[in-house]
């Protein structure tokens, strides 16, 4: 009999007789045998000092010490100690969950602040109070205009991120939408195809600035061409970038979208990250999340509220607007404190810092005997390189010499198993860049 199960064997084989199965071993028949415990005999429990130990033994054989050079939608930028020191103190750290109409002053106040500065970068009129991630964020602004426009339409872009693309098709699996996706022609959005797709069935035009292969593109002429046929245009952003780049506002967008990982969140094995989403006022009731307002009290008090909660607990189901019932105001929050303590001004030099770093290091590649840097379109912190061999070889190869080379792009794009996308952040300095370049030609050569 299992050790783990209490009840006696009568109760055992009632509740086996009512599931429909004869015995315990049927019960885990779908696990493979090379999955299941081969014994239940456990040697005697550790302390908590040896377990400690131990599990330090086991972290030190990860190699973690490496320079990290990938990018792919989720970098390594420089936070400042005040980002973590602030956003750990005990009120925010344990505050009450904050879509609740009596969490405090100070948690809805932190939250307004972050909303107005994802305006302030994005040039949008208003922004919710956060999402999970970048790719739900996408989704949900997908969703976001088809409930706009009432049509089921549906246009992507082909350097939009596949890891994007991955979850809105696995969000919509069941869902009655159609998709068509675009190419890139020299790392930049197909005008002709894109142009050719638009009609007055279509809902929404999906867009990335930077694109996946670090391609930046005004894509003004496209969203003009997408309200001409009335439909939306949504343009997933670096916001690093918007440090330089002209802002999707100032393109036309109508909601935007993005990772926040960059606004003072570290890499951390994949999260927590933060979603971001802000939009044009006469679309705030379609917006999903929850926003945060200003307002006075009874005494003429400045003061916050819950503005909007467009939630199934709040509103009538089937107005309801997301079913992503979790925004991430902790995530929010250190946003919040990393672009009040960077400032308008040191954005800019951040992101200028960026770019040159990121050309500096196109220079020293294109050096390389048998490599080619991928120079059809402008870019920001990260471009698009060519090699003599498949890149997730090289990769392995560098990842022994102490850096994180880049992204293969093969694993994604089916003919592109020598390409590698490659990140420069303001991080890296002018030895690293350099050791990195010769580390490569070694590997190449």
């Known amino acids: 009999m299992n050790p783990y199960i209490t009840n006696t064997p009568q109760e055992v084989k009632e509740m086996l007789k009512t599931i429909g ?91 307004f602040e972050y909303q107005s500065a ?20 996408l989704y949900e602004a997908m969703m976001m205009a088809i409930r ?41 959005s197909s ?42 245009a949504i343009v997933s952003v670096y916001p690093i970038s918007l440090g330089l780049l002209k802002t999707p506002a100032d393109m036309g967008a109508d909601i935007v979208t993005g990772e926040g990982q960059s606004l003072g969140l570290p890499l951390n094995f994949g999260g927590p990250y933060l979603g971001f989403m ?6 705030i009731r379609k917006m999903p999340g929850r926003i945060v307002g200003e307002t006075v009290d009874s005494k003429g008090q400045r003061c916050f509220v819950n503005t909007l ?13 997301s079913n992503i019932c979790t925004n991430v105001s902790l995530c929010a929050l250190q946003a919040a404190i990393f672009m009040s303590i960077v400032g308008k001004n040191g954005l800019k030099e951040m992101a200028q810092l960026n770019l040159d770093k990121a050309e500096f290091a196109k220079q020293l590649l294109s050096k390389i005997k048998g490599l080619e840097v991928k120079r059809s379109a402008p870019t920001f912190n990260e471009f698009t390189i060519h090699l003599p061999q498949d890149a997730s070889g090289v990769v392995a190869a560098m990842m022994q010499r102490g850096f994180a080379a880049g992204f293969p792009l093969g694993r994604y794009y089916p003919g592109m198993e020598r390409y590698l996308l490659v990140a420069v952040t303001e991080k890296r300095t002018k030895e690293e860049i350099e050791r990195y370049a010769k ?7």
Do not use: W
């Open 21 to 111: 199965v004869e015995n315990i071993d049927a019960l885990f028949g779908d696990i493979s045998s090379a999955y299941a415990p081969q014994s239940f005999d456990l040697p005697k429990g550790l302390s908590e000092y040896e377990v400690m130990r131990h599990l330090t033994e086991l972290s030190l054989k990860n190699n973690v010490h490496v320079v990290p050079f990938i990018g792919g939608g989720y970098y390594d930028h420089y936070i400042p100690t005040a980002v973590s020191s602030l956003s750990t103190r005990g009120e925010f750290y344990t505050a009450y969950t904050p879509y609740q109409p009596e969490c405090s002053q100070g948690t809805l106040q932190a939250l």
């Open 118 to 137: 994802m305006c302030a970068l994005t040039g949008m009129e208003v922004s919710n109070a956060s999402l999970y991630d970048g790719g739900t964020a």
């Open 148 to 188: 706009t426009t009432g049509r089921h339409r549906v246009i992507m872009d082909g350097g939009v991120s596949p890891i994007y693309r991955k979850i809105i098709k696995t969000y919509t699996h069941h869902l009655s939408y159609q998709f068509e996706e675009t190419p890139v022609v020299h790392g930049q």
């Open 191 to 232: 005008r002709e195809e894109i142009y050719r797709l638009l009609d007055k069935q279509t809902a929404v035009i999906i867009l990335q600035n930077p694109n996946f292969f670090g391609a930046i593109d005004d894509l003004t002429d496209i969203i003009e061409k997408a309200h001409s046929v009335g439909a939306l």
């Open 278 to 283: 802000c939009t044009r006022k006469k679309y």
């Open 309 to 321: 909660q467009a939630r199934e607990q709040h509103i009538r189901r089937d107005k309801a607007t």
């Open 439 to 445: 580390a490569l030609q070694e590997v190449l050569n």
